[in-house]
């Protein structure tokens, strides 16, 4: 797990929406685990109860269910809260190429309600989750912050115009956010499966049932692929940064190393055959390209580095073996 930190949390009051989401659930957890008091909003349409299951009765969590297209459910979730942690979206490339109506009215819609309800309530910060899917066909590697290409996909549209609210929401009402620009993040919790599951949890649960997975294109595709763990780590220091030019500013969350397809799939190999050594020959397929990916992803973390201190602990390896006992454990 993450570093303790439990001075500076105790007793704080956060809301996190998305809560019961992957990496809502572990940040709910990890603030439970260092004596903050959470709120947790979520209408469970990609989150699972199981999720948050552990915590349901503890003292210091309230479970709030409710959308975050609905103001009341919005503001009645950050009522006397200190700071939120905005992971509610609807995630998924290839999601918004099937429904972009919806993943707007969540995403776009949605986050202006929670903008809105934080601005209302006097919260001291908004942190929400960016995504690195706003470099769009920007080819400069590796990605910084302030160098972006056009969207790739409605997704990618949404989670921009999130950055281009927070902007405002500071410039005119004077709230202070900070967006964060996940890259692949990836660890326990995360659902393997359903139509959009993320490739780690995918690949994973389809080794352990002896299946061959299907990578989408020829496997030179990379990927700047980032630990929960890491994650969980740039939340609290966005949140709790009292460096004067930290606030109301974009940051990338990554690892800073770059993984191809076909390296993620051999690292998994490796270490699903310490548990089954069948998954060592199970074969590989080749299947086409997704529309609107991005061929190749790497976060320069150097601002994040300088202004709020980030030093991720978990390269690839590290999170995938960690990752694959936890799958190993859940989903035998």
């Not at 993450?2 to 998305?18: A, F, N, Y």
């Not at 649960?205 to 700047?224: A, E, T, W, Y």
Request: glycine residues 8%.
């Amino acid at each position: 797990m993450t570093h303790e930190i439990t001075d500076e949390l105790q007793g704080i009051k956060v809301l996190v929406t998305g809560g019961a989401g992957f990496i809502g659930s572990n940040l709910c957890e990890f603030l439970l685990n260092n004596n903050a008091i959470v709120h947790c909003l979520d209408n469970f349409a990609t989150g699972h109860r199981e999720n948050i299951s552990s915590f349901l009765n503890h003292p210091n969590f309230t479970l709030f269910t409710g959308d975050i297209r609905n103001l009341t459910d919005c503001k009645n979730a950050v009522s006397s809260m200190d700071y939120v942690l905005h992971q509610a979206a609807l995630g998924s490339v290839p999601r918004s190429i099937n429904d972009p109506i919806t993943t707007n009215e969540v995403n776009v819609s949605g986050f202006l309600n929670m903008l809105t309800a934080t601005r209302d309530e006097g919260v001291k910060r908004f942190v929400y989750a960016a995504s690195s899917s706003t470099y769009g066909d920007s080819t400069t590697l590796p990605k910084e912050e302030d160098i972006i290409g056009k969207p790739l996909s409605p997704y990618a549209i949404t989670k921009y115009v999130n950055e281009l609210y927070a902007n405002i929401f500071h410039k005119v009402y004077g709230v202070d956010t900070i967006g964060l620009r996940y890259f692949n993040v990836f660890g326990r919790k995360q659902d393997p499966n359903g139509a959009y599951a993320a490739v780690i949890p995918k690949f994973v649960k389809q080794l352990i049932d002896h299946q061959s997975p299907v990578i989408n294109g020829d496997g030179s595709f990379s990927r700047d692929f980032t630990y929960i763990d890491n994650v969980i780590e740039m939340n609290v220091k966005a949140m709790l940064s009292i460096h004067p030019d930290a606030a109301n500013n974009v940051y990338n969350v990554a690892y800073g190393e770059r993984t191809t397809l076909i390296e993620l799939l051999g690292i998994l190999k490796e270490e699903l055959a310490q548990y089954d050594t069948a998954i060592k020959d199970i074969e590989i397929q080749f299947g086409p390209e997704r529309v609107g990916d991005v061929p190749h992803s790497l976060a320069s973390i150097d601002k994040a580095k300088s202004l709020l201190g980030y030093a991720p602990v978990f390269d690839i390896k590290k999170g995938l073996q960690a990752s694959v006992d936890w799958y190993w454990e859940h989903l035998k």
